[in-house]
Every structure is written in C-alpha cells, then in structure tokens.
C-alpha cells in the first residue's frame, strides 16, 4: 500500500503550474517609481536653491558658504531613511501607531507652549540635542492617519458610505485639539494648511455637503470675528492688510511681498543662472532660503524652471491622489487623499505668497524650503503613500 504523505491546509505543490502559482502570489510589488522620481527631483532641486538663496550672505553663513547645503544634505538623508523606514514597515502597523503618532504630536505642541522657543513672532520650536523641532509640522500627518483611522473603524463597523453626525464630531475633534495648541503659538499658516487638511478629509470621508459648507461658512465667521475681537497680533493683521492692499506698507508689512515679485520679475523666461540672481546674492529678500525659496526659483531658473517645480508639486498631488482612488481600504484611502490635499494647500499657500495672491504667512515649499521639521514629516508622509500603493499592489496581485 503507498501512503500519501499529508500537506498542510492550504498548501501548495511544489512543482509545475502550483510553484508558478505561488511565486506570482507572492511576489512584492513595486513602488510608485512616477512618486519617488518626482520626490527626488524636487529634493535636489530644492537643495541647489537653498545654498544659492544663502551661499552670499555672511550674516547667515560667516566664511562657509556651504553650510546651509551641507545641513540641508543631512535633513534629506534623514528624510530618506523616514521615508524608508515607513514603507519597510508592514501596512497593518500604520493603524496600530496611529494613535501614538497623534499622542506624541499632541504632547510636542503642548511642550512648544510650555518651554518653546519664539521665531519671528511665534513660538512654534523646541531645541532638543541641539535641533530646531516644530511639532506643528508633524501634526498635520498626525491628523490625517488619525482621522483615516477613525474613519477606518466607522467603514468595519458600517455598510453606510457617508459619515454620519457622530463621525463628523469625532473627526473635528480629532482635528480640533492640535488646532487649538497651534493656534495658542500661533501659527497661523499652519493652521491654514491644517484646516485645509481637514476639510478635504472630510469630503474624501463621504461627509454630508452641508456639513461642508457649514465648517466653511463657520471658519470664515470665525475668521471676521477674530479680527474684530483683536485676537490677532499686530504683526499678522498688518500681514493681511498689506494682502489686500500691498502698496498699503510696502517698507513694512508689505515688504516681503513686494521683494519677492520684484525677484520673480527679474527672473523672466529662463532666469538669470543659478547662484546668479541679483535680488537674492543681494538679500532684498527675507527669510529665501525658507520661506521664500520659490523667489529663488523664479528669479535663477524663470518661468521655466519654476513652472517645473509647479508642475512637480502637482504630480505627486497626482500620484497621492491615484493611490487614493486605487485603495479599497478606507484607511488607505482616506489618508493618501488627506496627504495629497496637505500638500496641494501648502504648495499653494506658498507660491501664492511669493506671488502675492495669497496673504504671507510663513509655511515652507513641501520638499523644496530649507528645514528639518518640514522635511521630516513630507517624507514620512511619502512613506505612508508607498506603504498604501504596496497594499494595493499586494491586493490586486492575490486577486
């Protein structure tokens, strides 16, 4: 009698079209390769600017003119293996640190009130082992994977696509504690960005239209009330003011605005070469390697190379987007939908200044502006959107 040796459940031959089976289930699929090259280009880019916007200022630089390239070259590098480490970590764990991620965030800005140190106006920093930190920038992510999460949880436990009342509170109050700590530094174009962040969370999330517009409608209350109530401090309703009329105060709160046009202006079709702009190697501009980094652009590479890094910017907003509409999983999809929206906003909201269509309020150029903080989390973010567009590739390969 032969005796057929037993497999286990669920296993395969290992042989023929079993083996061939398996090895295509199995097999990892690969990343958003259009993602990491557009990344890519704008961190290069994004580095060659900030040594031109600082290599001629000694107040910045003292006799190193590279000082600022080499920090931002470590920043990147840092940046990298975020990013890295993020995706290498399995799909499942996003969710299960999800709520770490937005415990730490909350207590970083608690700390920032607390022991922070105050920038231009703003107490926004901590100084730990001799790094500048800005908790606010990791609490945009923080609240998006927050937000995905509890959306996540209500999809499991419900057919129903749309978000009901108690869903709609339980993501505003999600949101609604870091907004109130940054709003205490203030960083107002952080909140910005944040409230930007969210809205769009909501709409991707499925909320009810007049949800929608009535956060809008109460925002932009909210906003007028503020002003009236002389909440803001002086420095930012000038920064408004001048928005609405820069030739208001063009030696005062319109200055920035108007220095950075005039920048741009000199810049015409294809610039006037990198390291070479005049208002830049001159420091008309302030705060250019931050900032304004996008004058740096507009001046050294034109129009066209500044439309490149647009037009950069737009494709990983494409590719977050993508992956987004691509995940069945509402986890998935809520947070790639939440990032590409982060990003979308802050691109905006940064360029828009540079260009004056948009009030100054102090938010970096995402993979471009000179900083840690701000590298950090955008990176961080791009792993999250690996880590999703792996999860859908694995999905689509079992299938």
């Known amino acids: 009698m032969t005796v057929t040796p037993l497999r286990p459940l669920g296993a395969r031959p290992l042989g023929g079209r079993g083996a061939a089976a398996a090895t295509t289930r199995t097999r990892i699929p690969g990343l958003d390769w259009v993602l990491l090259a557009a990344v890519a280009v704008l961190l290069v880019v994004g580095t060659l600017l900030v040594w031109s916007a600082t290599a001629t200022r000694a107040s910045l630089v003292g006799d190193d003119s590279t000082a600022f390239l080499r920090r931002q070259l470590v920043n990147v590098a840092i940046g990298v293996v975020l990013a890295v480490v993020v995706v290498a970590t399995d799909h499942r764990w996003l969710r299960i640190v999800a709520p770490l991620v937005y415990l730490v965030s909350v207590v970083g800005l608690v700390l920032v009130l607390v022991m922070g140190s105050t920038i231009n106006g703003s107490r926004s920093w901590l100084r730990i082992a001799g790094m500048s930190i800005q908790p606010a920038e990791f609490a945009k992510l923080a609240v998006v994977v927050g937000m995905a999460l509890l959306v996540a949880e209500r999809a499991q436990?419900?057919?129903?696509?749309?978000?009901?009342?108690?869903?709609?509170?339980?993501?505003?109050?999600?949101?609604?504690?870091?907004?109130?700590?940054?709003?205490?530094?203030?960083?107002?174009?952080?909140?910005?960005?944040?409230?930007a962040t969210v809205l769009g969370v909501l709409a991707i999330a499925g909320t009810p239209r007049r949800w929608l517009v009535g956060l809008v409608g109460a925002g932009a209350g909210a906003a007028v009330a503020a002003v009236g109530a002389g909440i803001l401090k002086p420095y930012q309703l000038d920064r408004f003011l001048a928005f609405l009329d820069p030739n208001r105060d063009p030696l005062g709160a319109g200055y920035n605005t108007e220095q950075a046009r005039i920048a741009i202006g000199n810049g015409g079709l294809f610039g006037q070469g990198l390291f070479n702009g005049s208002q830049t190697r001159s420091g008309f501009v302030p705060e250019q390697q931050t900032d304004f980094i996008f004058t740096v652009a507009g001046e050294e590479l034109g129009l066209v190379g500044a439309g490149l890094i647009v037009a950069l910017l737009a494709l990983v907003v494409w590719r977050a987007l993508r992956i987004a509409s691509a995940s069945d999983d509402a986890f998935g999809r809520v947070a790639a939908g939440g990032i590409a929206c982060w990003f979308g906003f802050q691109a905006f909201q940064n360029v828009g200044m540079c260009l004056g269509i948009m009030p100054v309020t102090g938010v970096p150029l995402p993979f471009v502006s000179y900083g840690g903080s701000s590298l950090f989390a955008v990176m961080l973010a791009v792993g999250v959107l690996q880590s999703i567009h792996l999860r859908n590739g694995t999905r689509g390969e079992a299938g």
């Open 157 to 195: 436990a419900s057919w129903r696509r749309s978000v009901g009342t108690r869903e709609v509170v339980g993501l505003l109050a999600i949101a609604a504690v870091p907004a109130v700590l940054i709003l205490g530094q203030p960083d107002l174009g952080t909140m910005l960005v944040l409230s």
